[in-house]
C-alpha cells in the first residue's frame, strides 16, 4: 500500500518554511510576553510551542490519507460542521460578549476555525465538476452561494465579524479563481454594494466604531482608535533596524493591546525594524507562492483548487491582520495566522497546510 | 479515472487564472511591505518619539498640605488617609456585573459610577478612574476580601483634609475645593492643575500657598493600564507650612455653643492687639463634606436651607448696630463740645421735629437723663437730641474714625464694609437730599447704618484701649513649628480715634455703668469676679410703630423680631477681651445677647470652669 514517491515527494520546502515561521513565532511570543513572565506570561510561550508541536501531528496526520477520500467526505464533512456552528451558539461558552468556544472535556475549540477547511472543500467538490470553459453564472452559484452564506451567517451571530468576514473572502476568491462571467460580476458587486448599508445596520456598535475610527483614527485617539494607534506607534518606532529582542518599550510596558495575539506582529516590527517585518512578509510571500505552485503542479481540478481555496485563506488571514496592524484596515480581530498566539487557529491552520502538503505530495497520481 | 482530472482546455485556463493570482498576491504584498517602509523608515522618527513619551510619564506627588492650629498648638485640622476605589475599564470584562457588585460592597452610586466611566473612558483609556473617594472602614474590608473576584478594581491611598472637629470654627477655617477655570487662569495658582484642591474660603483660602506645599514630581516608565515599572528621577514634594491660629479652641467651642440653633456670630478679640480670639457664626456647616467634592443633597441642605449657613455673619453679616452706636454719638458730642455730660434732658418717650414723633424704646420715658444715664439707660430721646445738635456729617466723620463703613483687612474678599450714611452719599445713592429724621435715627444706629460683628469688635477694643483701631488677624504664626516660622503675628493698627482721655473715661465709665448699675441694660453680663463693660443694642427689622400693632413681643413672628446686639469688654480697668455678639431676631440685646458675654468672658478669664467644660465636651 506505501508508495515510495510519497516519501520522494515530500514537500521539504513547505515544511521547512512552517518551521521557520513556528520558530519566528515562539520566538516573538517569548518577547511578546517577557514582561508578563512573572504573572502567568512564561505560560503562553511555552504553550504556543506545545501548539505548534501538536500542530506539526495534525500536519502529518493529515498527508497520511489520500484526499481523493474528501471528494466523497465533503458534504457530509460540511454539514458537520454547519451542525457545530449551530450547537455553538446554544452551548457555546461565552467569553468577553461573544460565544465561540465549544468544549469537549478539558479541551476547547472553535468551530468556525473547521467552517474555513470545509468551506475549502465543499467548494473545491463543487467547482471540480465540468463546467463550460468560460466560467459561472450567477445562477450557476446559488448553491455555492447558499454554502457559503450558512456559515458566515452562522459565525457572525457568536459574533465575529473577522472570522465571518475572512469566510466570505476567502469563498469568493475561490469563485473568482474558477471564473464567473463578467456581466455577473458586475452585477454580484453592485448588488453587494446596495446591501451594505443594511449590513452597516446590523452591526454592534462597538464594530461600528471600529470602522468609523479606521477612517478617522484622530476621531478618538484615546478610544476606540487607541490599538490602532499603539500599534502604529510600535511599528514605526522599530526604524529600520528595531529596537532590538526583548527590548520593544512599548510591548515591555503593555502599550500595545493583545500583544500576544492580534498584535503580535506589531511586538516583531518594534523589535526587528522594517528589515525583520519585511522579512517575515517575504516568508509568508514565498509560502503563498509555493502554495500557488502546488496548486498549479496538481494533476487534479480537485486538488488544485482546493489547494488554491487554501492560500487564498491564508492569504486572506494575512493580508487582513497585516492591514490592521498597521492601519491600512479597520481592527477585526483576526490573528496573523502561524505567528499570533492561540490554539485553536493554529491547529486549523496547520491541518490546512498537511492538506496543501498531501495534495503536493500527491502530484504525481496521475503520471 | 476520477471525474475531476484536468482536460487540456481546462489546464490552460488554470494556468492562466494562476498567473493573475500570483500578480494579484505580488502586488498586495508591495503594498503591504511599502506600508512598513512608510511607517518605519519614512515616518519612524516621528513614531519613536511618540514610543518615547508613551512610556515615560510625569506622574505628581502630591505634597502634605499644613495643619491648622489653636493658639495653644492643639490640632484643628490635618490630614488622614484617604482610601479611594478606582476602576480600570479596559481590565473589566462585565462592567454592569462589576458596578452591581461594588454598589453591594462598597455602597457605590450604580448612576453616578457609570457617569463617571463614561466622562473620563474616552479621554484617558487604560486609567484607573476614580469612582468613591474615601471609603468606610467597612467597605474597605469588604472590596478587599473580594478583590480576587473583582478585577479592574483599584485601591489608593492619598491624603485628605480632615477638618477634626467638624463644624468647628468652619468659617475662619474655611474648606477646600477644586480649582476652577477662573482660579486656573488667574495666574495667582501656579503651581496647581485642573483637579487640584485649593482653599476656598477662610483660612484654607487665605493662607493657600503656604499651606500647600511645593508639588513633587516623578518620572516613572509606566505600562499602559498606568502601573508603575520604575521611577527614573523623583523630585521630593516639599509639605505645606503649619498655620497657628490666635482662635482659642475652648472659647471658640463656647462661643459655637452659645449660638447652637441660632443664627448670629459673635467675634471675640484681644483688644490690645486685634487677636481674634473666637470667631462663630450660626448656622454652620461641616468642611468635611467639601474635601473630595461635595456630593448633591448635601449641597442642597446647605443652600437650600434658607438661612445661609455659608455666610460668614462676623464678616459680612451687616446690621444696623441700634444703641451701640450711641457710643459714637457720646464721644462725639463730647470731643465737638456739644454735649455737657452735666446737662439734663426730659424724655417723656416721644421726640417730635416738625410734627413727627419719634419714639424712645421706654413707651412713657426716662425723665430726666444726663449722657450717663442716657447711655446705661439707652435712652432714645436723648440721643435724638444730641444727634440733632451735631448733625449727620460729623456723626460720620466720628464713626468712621472707628473705622467702621470700610472693611478690617481681616478678610478683602469675603467681608463687607458695612455702611455709614452722609449727606453727599444719599444724594449719589438715591438722589434725594438728606432728611432731619434721619439724623435721628442714625443716632441710635437705625435707618441705613449698618456694621458687621468684626467692625464692632474692632470699634469696642478701640474704646477700651486708648483710643487704637486694630486690624482684627487670626494668625499667630504661619511655619513648621513656633521656632521655625516664616510669618508671624504683628499688630496691625488702621487708625487711631483721636479722642481725649477724659472723654474717654467718661464713656467707658458709663459702660461700666451699663452692666453693673441698677437700671442698666446689660445686667445680665454682671459677674462679681471681674468689672464688665458693655452695651446693648436693638437693630429694629420692622419700625417700632409696627412693632406696637403686636400686644406682646411674643406675638411678633420671628422674623420680624429685632436683632439682639452687645458689646463688651472684661476687665474694664485692664482690659483682655472684647467680644460683640449678634443674636439674629433674638429680641432686646440686654435679654438674647448679654448673658453670652457673660459666658464668653467667664471662660476665657478662667473664671468659671464648667461652662467652658461643658462646651468642650459637646
Known sequence: MFDRRLVQNFDWILLLLLLLLAGISILNLYSATYAIRDVGGSQVFVKQIYWFLIGFAVFFVMTTFN????????????????????????????????????????????????????????????????????????????????????PSVLILREPDLGTALLLVAGSFSMILFVKMYWKSLVILVGSAVSVAPFIWFSLKEYQRMRILTFIRPDMDPFGAGYHINQSKIAIGSGLLWGKGYLRGTQTRLHFLPEQHTDFALSVLAEEWGFVGSAFLLLLYLFLILWGLNIAKASKDKFGSIMAVGIVAFIFWQIVINVGMVTGLLPVVGIPLLLFSYGGSSLISTMAAMGLLMNISMRRFMFQ | MRTSEFDPLSLEIFDRQLKKVTLVVLAVFGVLVLRFW??????????????????????????????????????????????????????VQDLEELLERLSRLAGLGAEEAERKLDEASLRYPFRPICLKRDLSRDELAK??????????????????????????????IGYLGEINENQL????????????????????????????????????????????????????????????????????????????????????????????????????????????????????????????????????????PGSVFKI?????????????????????????????????????????????????????????NMGRRLGIDKIAEYAMRF???????????????????????????????????????????????????????????????????????????????????IHEFAPVVTGKIGIKQEHLEFVKNALIGVVNEP????????????????????????????????????????????????????????????????????????????????????????????????????
Open chain 1, 67 to 150: 484526499y481523493f477520500a474528501l471528494e466523497r467526505l465533503a458534504y457530509p464533512a460540511y454539514i458537520f460542521t454547519i451542525a457545530l456552528l449551530i450547537l455553538v451558539l446554544f452551548v457555546g461558552k461565552v467569553t468577553s460578549g461573544s460565544q465561540r468556544w465549544l468544549s469537549l472535556g478539558p479541551v476547547s475549540f472553535q468551530p468556525s476555525e473547521l467552517a474555513k477547511i470545509a468551506m475549502v472543500i465543499v467548494l473545491a467538490r463543487f467547482f471540480s465538476e465540468k463546467r463550460g470553459y468560460r466560467g459561472y453564472r450567477l445562477r450557476d452559484l446559488w448553491q455555492p452561494f447558499i454554502l457559503i452564506a450558512a
Open chain 2, 38 to 91: 512608510f511607517l518605519q523608515v519614512v515616518n519612524g522618527s516621528v513614531y519613536r518619539t511618540k514610543s518615547e513619551s508613551n512610556r515615560i510619564h510625569l506622574q505628581d506627588i502630591s505634597p502634605f498640605r499644613g495643619m491648622i492650629l489653636d493658639r495653644n498648638g492643639a490640632t484643628l485640622v490635618d490630614n488622614r488617609p484617604s482610601y479611594d476605589l478606582y476602576v480600570v475599564p479596559e481590565e
Open chain 2, 143 to 172: 472590596v478587599e476580601t473580594h478583590r480576587f473576584n473583582l478585577p479592574g478594581v483599584i485601591i489608593k491611598v492619598a491624603p485628605q483634609r480632615h477638618y477634626i472637629n467638624g463644624t468647628f470654627a468652619s468659617h475662619l
Open chain 2, 185 to 320: 487662569n488667574s495666574g495667582k495658582y501656579t503651581d496647581s492643575k485642573p483637579g487640584d484642591l485649593i482653599g476656598k474660603s477662610g483660612v484654607e483660602w487665605k493662607w493657600q500657598r503656604d499651606l500647600n506645599g511645593v508639588r513633587g514630581g516623578a518620572q516613572v516608565e509606566v505600562d499602559a493600564t498606568g502601573r508603575k515599572i520604575r521611577v527614573m528621577a523623583r523630585k521630593t514634594p516639599v509639605p505645606g507650612e503649619n498655620v497657628c491660629l490666635t482662635i482659642d479652641k475652648d472659647l471658640q467651642a463656647v462661643a459655637e455653643k452659645a449660638l447652637a440653633g441660632k443664627s448670629g456670630a459673635i467675634v471675640a478679640m484681644d483688644p490690645n492687639n486685634g487677636e481674634i480670639l473666637a470667631l462663630a457664626s450660626s448656622p454652620s456647616f461641616d468642611p468635611n463634606l467639601f474635601v473630595g467634592g461635595i456630593d448633591r443633597a448635601s449641597w442642597e441642605g446647605i443652600v437650600l436651607s434658607g438661612d445661609f449657613p455659608l455666610q460668614d455673619r462676623a464678616l459680612s453679616g451687616q446690621y444696623p
Open chain 2, 328 to 384: 459714637v454719638v457720646a464721644l462725639a458730642g463730647l470731643e465737638e463740645g456739644i454735649i455737657d455730660p452735666e446737662e439734663e434732658l426730659v424724655c417723656t418717650g416721644i421726640y417730635y421735629l416738625g410734627r413727627r414723633g419719634y419714639r424712645c424704646w421706654k413707651k412713657y420715658g426716662h425723665g430726666t437723663v444726663s449722657l450717663h444715664r442716657a447711655l446705661v439707660e439707652s435712652c432714645d430721646v436723648y440721643f435724638y
Open chain 2, 403 to 485: 473705622g467702621l463703613g470700610k472693611r478690617t483687612g481681616f478678610d478683602p474678599v469675603h467681608e463687607k464694609a458695612g455702611l455709614i450714611p452722609t449727606r453727599d452719599w444719599k444724594l449719589k445713592r438715591w438722589g434725594v437730599p438728606w432728611q432731619g429724621g434721619e439724623t435721628l435715627s442714625t443716632a441710635i444706629g437705625q435707618s441705613f447704618v449698618l456694621v458687621t460683628p468684626i467692625q464692632m469688635a474692632a470699634f469696642v477694643s478701640a474704646v477700651f484701649n486708648g483710643g487704637i483701631v486694630y486690624r482684627p488677624q487670626v494668625t499667630r504664626w504661619v511655619g513648621k513649628s513656633e521656632t521655625e516660622k
Open chain 2, 519 to 618: 437700671h442698666g441694660t446689660g445686667g445680665r453680663a454682671r459677674m462679681k469676679e471681674v468689672t464688665v463693660a458693655g452695651k446693648t443694642g436693638t437693630s429694629q427689622v420692622i419700625s417700632l410703630k409696627k412693632e406696637e400693632e403686636f400686644e406682646s413681643e411674643k406675638d411678633i413672628p420671628v422674623r420680624f423680631r429685632d436683632h439682639a446686639w452687645f458689646v463688651a469688654v472684661a476687665p474694664a480697668e485692664n482690659p483682655r477681651i472684647a467680644v460683640a455678639i449678634v443674636v439674629e431676631h433674638g429680641g432686646h440685646g440686654g435679654s438674647a445677647a448679654a448673658p453670652i458675654a457673660g459666658q464668653l468672658i467667664k471662660a476665657y478669664l478662667g473664671l468659671d470652669r464648667s461652662v467652658l467644660a461643658e462646651a468642650v465636651t459637646d
